[in-house]
């Protein structure tokens, strides 16, 4: 049995709606894309394609990209 692939469709939507980032198809690809790179990277993928200064953004929200996506992709 192999694990199952991440939900990106599910991901994006909990980013949306639970944290506020809706990204569109671009934006979704580059943190697809990132995720290989660890969770950081997927993380300043998203604060980029959403136009906000990463280094600048408020811990607690910072926190709650990464959360998001980490339930995501370590089921």
């Known amino acids: 049995m192999t694990d199952a692939a991440p ?7 909990d980013l949306c709606n639970q944290v506020g980032f809706c990204l569109h198809e671009k934006g979704q690809k580059k943190v697809i894309a990132a995720l290989p790179k660890g969770l ?5 993928a ?9 280094p600048n953004a408020p811990g607690d929200l910072k926190r709650a990209v990464r959360d998001c996506i980490k339930a995501h ?3």
């Open 7 to 13: 939900d990106f469709d599910s991901m994006f939507a």
């Open 40 to 44: 950081d990277a997927a993380v300043r």
């Open 46 to 54: 998203v604060f980029a394609a959403e136009g906000v200064d990463e």
């Open 73 to 75: 992709v370590t089921r």
